[in-house]
């Protein structure tokens, strides 16, 4: 045996080990050979509560607020609260995001994440707290449409309230004139 045949038998047996791996994680790891380094993928899906025609106007909304700062912010916040000894700059974490790809899945109606990074448990982390982030916001989004809502019913049911008064005074002025 040759040298190179070694060192081809040790290649597959990596990559079999890193398949394993993966598939005894649970995560979705796909492997790209990039340059002289191995890069994994994960991918989060967050599936989005709307109906009809909306599905494809809500999830264009949702996937441009997720390429925000503030957005970004979140889901670092969201892998340091869910990873709090991680020894991962926020640099790093940064540069994986903005690798990272974010598309509408139309059968599903829902998003999909998809981190890249040479760490796969890295890429994993972030794509959950991608989806976790986005989850989150879209609750904010939604409990402050029904803030709005109910405001909006409170301000009716008022302004029938008054009228109805008004309409109770005018009979009773007509009764008593």
């Not at 989060?44 to 709307?50: K, P, T």
């Not at 899945?105 to 829902?110: C, K, L």
């Given at each position: 045996m040759n040298f190179k045949s070694i060192l081809i038998g040790f290649g597959l047996c990596i990559f079999l080990l890193v398949v394993l791996f993966a598939g005894l994680v649970g995560h979705d790891v796909v492997l790209l050979l990039g340059g002289w380094h191995w890069v994994y993928g994960s991918t989060?899906?967050?599936?989005?509560?709307?109906s009809g025609d909306d599905f494809e106007v809500q999830g264009?909304?949702?996937?441009?607020d997720c390429r925000s700062k503030l957005m970004v912010t979140k889901v670092i916040l969201e892998y340091r609260m869910t990873h709090p000894v991680s020894t991962v700059p926020d640099e790093k974490i940064i540069e994986v995001i903005d690798g990272s790809d974010i598309e509408?899945?139309?059968?599903?109606?829902?998003?999909a994440i998809k981190m890249y990074s040479e760490n796969p448990i890295l890429a994993s982390d972030l794509a959950n707290a991608y989806a976790e982030a986005i989850v989150k916001q879209d609750g904010e989004?939604?409990?402050?449409?029904?803030?709005?809502?109910?405001?909006?019913v409170h301000e009716n049911v008022a302004t029938h309230c008054r009228y109805?008064?008004?309409?109770?005074?005018?009979?009773?002025?007509?009764?008593?004139?």
């Open positions: 989060s899906i967050v599936r989005l509560m709307c264009n909304r949702l996937i441009e509408l899945v139309f059968g599903e109606r829902a998003i989004l939604r409990k402050e449409e029904r803030k709005k809502a109910l405001a909006r109805m008064e008004q309409i109770k005074k005018d009979l009773f002025d007509r009764r008593n004139s």
